[in-house]
Structure formats: C-alpha cells, structure tokens
C-alpha cells in the first residue's frame, strides 16, 4: 500500500479532497446541510450573492467557518480589473486572503477568460493573495498560472452546471502530468462517478456545486460525492494494476508451453 | 420566412414535428416552430418538464427579486395599451431625487438590492442628467441599477453605464410593424427601428443585462414568441458578454382603457415561457406582478428566474398615500415578504442580491461600501 499523500495549499493540510460551492440551492439551511455532509474543509462563496458587510447575511451565517476555509470567488468578473476590486472587498471584509479566481465575460457558459485571468492572477499574487484560478483545461495556461505564483489551478471538466463529467479528459491529464501545483478539477461533474474519474486520473482534489445543489436531496447527494471522492483515495493508496491492451488470464491457455528458452 | 409562411407553419406543423423537436438538444428554427405551433399544445406537460429541467440546471433552485421604482410618468408618446399616454389626463408628476431616495429606502427595507427604474419617455423631465443623479443617489444602497425609460444614443447609454446603471431594459412590445404603427400614434417611440436600435447602443455602451419583451395581446402570440427569441439569439451571439432577459407582460386594464386585440390564454402564456427556455437556456426570463399570484407560483423555476413582487407602478406609490397615475393595475398584489415565503416554502431561494457594486470602477461604484 501507497501511503497516503496529504493534499497542501498554500500550507495548509486538507484531508478531504472534495471542495464544495453555496450556490444554486433551495435555501442556506439546506446548503449548510449539504456542506456538513460532504465532509469537505473548503467551501467556496461567490462575493456578488452575500453581503459581506452585513453580519446576519445569510449565505454566511449558516455556515460554521471553524470547521471549512472559505474561499470567496469572483464570479461575475467579466475582466481582471473587476476580479481585483471584488477579491480586494472580500480580503478587507472576510478576512481572508484566499481566492478563488473566476473571470467569465461570457454568462452563459461561463467560460473562463485566459489573458483575463492571467492578468488578475499576477496582480493579486503580487498584492499578497493565495490565488485558486478557475481555467479551461488549458495545459499552457496552467503553466503560466503556476509560474506567476498561483497556489492550485483549478481547470473546468465540463462548462459550469453542465453536469456532463471530463468531457476534457486529454487536456486534464497534460495538466496533471506536468503540474507543479494541485490540480483541483472545477465544474462539470454531475455524478460522484465523474468526482472518482478525476482522481483516479490523477487530480488532487474535486469541486463540485450544482449536481449537490439540484439533486432532489441535496444531502444524500453530498454524501454520495464524499463516499465516491474517498473511495478513490483508497484505490489510489491500495494501487491499481496497470491496464493492459490484451488478455492476461489468471489461467493462461498457453502455460502448458512453459517458458520459452 | 415571412410572416404568413410562418402563420401558415404554426398551423400546419403536427404531432411528429413536436416530437421530434421535443428530443433536440438546441432549438434550430424549425424546432422552434414546432414548439410554438397548435400541435404542440397537447404536449405542453412534456414542454414544461423539459424547461424545468433546463431552468434547473442552469440557475438551480433560486429566483431573483426585483422591485420596480416609478421615477415618473410624463411622457411624450402617445401609446394606446399604456396608462402614461400623453393625452391621459391623469396626475402627473417626476419624483425629485429625495423623494426617490424615499421611496427607495422604502424597498431596501423590505430586502430589495435590485431596482428597476421607470420612467415615462420625456427627455425633459426624464434626462440623461435626471438619470445620472438618480443613480449617484441610489448606488451606495443598491447592488444593481436597471432602467425601462425612454431611449438614448449610444453616448447617452454610456454615460448611464459610467454613472452606475448596469442594466437596461427596452420592450418593442410588438415586433409586427403593423401592429407597431397602430398602437405608437405619436412621439419617438413611433418609429420601429430607432427603437430596436436602441437595444444595439445599450450593449455597445456596456449594459451587463438587456432586457427584452413583447407586450403580449398587440398581435399572435406564436409570431411574437419566434421574434423574441430570434431577437434574443441575435443579441446573444454578437454582444455575448451582456445577459440577455426576456419578459412577458400581457396587456393589463389601465387608465386608457383599451384591451387587448389578441388575448393571450394561460395555456398559451406558459407554452411560450416554455419555449423561450429552450430556445435561450441561459437568459433570465422575468414575469411581473401584472400576473396573477396562482400563475406566478406554478411558474417558478418552470422558465421563471425573476420575479418582481409588492410592485407599485406609480410614481411615489410605494411610501405616498395620494400618488400620481399608475401604468397599469397590477395583479399579484402580495407584499414582497410573502412572496419570498411562498417561494421558500415551494423549494426556491429569493435571491435578493446577485451582483456586487465592487465589480465596478470606482467611479461608479458606492461611495460608501
């Protein structure tokens, strides 16, 4: 057995490898719920829904921060420019100087923008914030992340609430082959089956939102993703055997041969 | 296609055509059509199920609240479906600033982070400087700053964008020209195309949300669907960093008196906010309390985003007791609070807030946040 490798941010150690997101929820309760079940200790807010000055908003308050880090995000930047101000915002206001960084000038599918994104991320690492940028499964992009100092890159599977799993799969394993920071993959995954499909790919961590947030039971599903994400831990700690492009019978018709000389 | 081509599909379209449009992932024209079409009434349990779906996946269990602030109802059209027309002898009057103010903090008691501002078209009363200083006032409290005033040249809707109104809202009410040139009698809305170039000048100055919308009842529904979503297409692919909304106001009784010339049923209102789902799966779709509040409920997250709610439609009616004329009569009269409880009780977030002033340059961003 593989011993287990921690997942380190920034320095900080996380045991559970499944980040989750506030939105799209029926309400904070339920959201607080879910979160709880999922076992994650990263929980990520978008700053445009909570008011960050008020102390009862209640995307915040239902969440007990002692136990999760929170990452407040960006969305809704539609360039670095605006991705700064609102990251500047949440470090006076939430303090903290983590963030995650999403630049999306498109609304439908939210796509990230890379020379956007690039641009806010070396500013905000310049100005002392541990950036967590949110990318297209872009290998050259998550170099030139990596290189102006970001502490993960985190790229999509599938456009945002897609639900439609790695449809990136190719790009995701350059990624990860050449990463010298965690690849947390971001958006997309709509079964825990997808969550287990990143890691085994090789990912260090999941972030999932919508599938958790629209499941008919919002907790259930949490758990669901929790048991998949841990599940291919184990298997990765266990070590799986190699695929092959033949047969390898357990009973090899051919033994009778014995070892060619 | 032309309009009696496209009449002439509405009718002709059958059960197959809707079938088969049913289990297309993207609407192309034809879907849209058979979507639209008589045939497809049968199947409108099957159209709501796919839209509910889509909604959900795309927006989650939430709906937006907005709340609409009636700056004024001078105006110099002369319209025949509005209560502001300018040869209604109603009371007229423009809010000052402070007044405004006043009411606005009216509805950011109640929760409210969105306004949409409304005005009568008056370039007097209803400025570009009237505007501006209306939104210096309001943007320390306020997320998010709409209008649905009258329109303004390309330099006019970037001075709004700089002083802080994200958002611009801008109905054709009809896309049948005819029908547009009965009922806009006089003044600038009368001519078709500045007005649905106006939308264009409002994205090319930056509005991060464009609504647009048919008043539903000035010509057949089915023609005005596939126009609105066409239209709403067209916006999308060329100013794609802009949100686009769609509403669905129906004609309501108002001081003019004139009712609608093609009703538009409940079955139909519904198949049409079904559709446009599916033909735009991302833009907002709004309904306002014109509707009535059974309707309103069941069409939450069935297409339904955004919402209005406790809705005034005078200038000062929200916080004066003998307010100036109103638009039109509102129908879903629940406060903003109870409309908030039913949607938490029917499985849906109110999303008061869903944009932050501090995305904006500083210049016109709150000055106090």
Redesign the interface.
């Known amino acids: 057995m593989k011993a287990p490798v921690d997942l380190v941010i920034a320095g900080q150690i996380f045991t559970s490898r499944l980040f989750v997101g506030t939105?799209?929820?029926?309400?904070?309760e339920v959201m607080a719920k879910a979160v709880e079940a999922s076992g994650t200790e990263l929980v990520t807010v978008a700053?445009?829904?909570?008011?960050v000055?008020a102390p009862d908003d209640r995307t915040l308050s239902a969440l007990d921060f002692s136990r999760y880090r929170l990452l407040p995000n960006t969305s809704?930047?539609?360039d670095a420019?605006?991705a700064v101000?609102?990251a500047?915002?949440s470090r006076a206001a939430c303090k903290t100087n983590w963030v995650k960084l999403e630049v999306t000038?498109?609304?439908?599918?939210l796509l990230p923008d890379p020379v956007e994104t690039l641009r806010a991320a070396e500013q905000l690492v310049k100005l002392g914030f541990v950036v967590l940028p949110y990318i297209n499964a872009d290998p050259v992009v998550a170099k030139r992340l990596a290189e102006v100092g970001c502490a993960t890159v985190m790229p999509l599977a599938a456009p945002i609430?897609?639900?439609r799993g790695l449809q990136t799969r190719d790009q995701l394993r350059i990624i990860i082959e050449q990463a010298t920071v965690p690849v947390v993959v971001d958006a997309g995954l709509g079964m825990p089956s997808h969550a287990a499909e990143a890691l085994e790919l090789g990912a260090d961590a999941v972030l999932v939102n919508?599938a958790i947030?629209?499941a008919h039971d919002p907790v259930r599903m949490a758990l669901a993703f929790k048991a998949a994400v841990q599940a291919a831990e184990l298997a990765r700690q266990a070590g799986a055997g190699d695929q092959s492009a033949y047969a390898r019978a357990s009973s090899p018709l051919t033994g009778f041969l014995g070892v060619e000389a | 296609m032309n309009r009696e081509q496209l009449l002439r599909q509405f009718q002709d379209a059958n059960s197959r055509d809707v079938e088969a449009a049913l289990l297309r992932e993207q609407l192309d024209e034809s879907a849209l059509v058979a979507l639209l079409s008589d045939a497809a009434a049968p199947y409108l349990e099957a159209l709501a199920r796919r839209a509910q779906t889509t909604t959900l996946q795309r927006f989650g269990r939430t709906i937006q609240l907005y709340a609409p602030l009636y700056l004024s109802n001078e105006c110099v059209n002369r319209c025949t479906y509005c209560g502001f027309s300018q040869e209604l002898a109603i009371p007229r009057r423009t809010l000052s600033v402070d007044a405004v103010r006043t009411e606005a903090e009216h509805l950011h008691a109640e929760g409210f982070r969105h306004l949409l501002l409304v005005a009568g078209e008056s370039p007097r009363a209803v400025s570009l400087e009237y505007l501006e200083s209306i939104a210096r006032a309001l943007r320390p409290r306020f997320d998010s700053l709409a209008i649905e005033v009258g329109t303004f040249n390309l330099t006019g809707y970037q001075r709004l964008v700089a002083a802080g109104i994200d958002g611009l809202t801008l109905y054709q009410e009809t896309y049948q020209t005819d029908a547009y040139r009965r009922v806009h009698l006089a003044g600038p809305k009368h001519d078709y195309a500045r007005r649905l170039k106006a939308v264009e000048q409002g994205a090319l100055a930056g509005f991060r949300s464009l609504g647009i919308g048919a008043l539903l009842g000035l010509a057949p529904w089915q023609l005005e669907a596939y126009a609105l979503a066409q239209h709403g297409r067209e916006l999308g692919l060329k100013y794609w960093r802009s949100r686009i909304a769609v509403s669905f106001p129906r004609i309501r009784e108002n001081a003019g008196g004139r009712l609608a010339t093609h009703p538009v049923s409940d079955r139909a209102l519904v198949q049409m906010i079904c559709v446009m789902r599916l033909a735009l799966p991302d833009a907002e779709l709004v309904l306002s309390t014109r509707e009535p509040a059974t309707l309103r409920d069941h069409l939450m997250g069935i297409g339904i985003t955004r919402m209005s709610a406790g809705s005034r439609t005078n200038p000062g009616g929200y916080t004066e007791d003998c307010a100036a004329g109103e638009q039109f009569a509102i129908e879903d009269t629940r406060s903003a609070s109870e409309v908030a409880r039913v949607l938490l009780t029917r499985g849906f977030e109110p999303v008061w807030k869903d944009f932050d002033r501090s995305f904006l340059a500083p210049s016109c961003a709150s000055e106090v946040a």
Do not use: W
Request: charged share 30%; proline share 9%; net charge positive.
């Open positions: 939105g799209k929820f029926a309400s904070p700053l445009r829904r909570v008011d000055h809704g930047a539609r420019d605006e101000r609102i500047k915002l000038p498109d609304p439908n599918y609430g897609s639900n919508t947030a629209i």
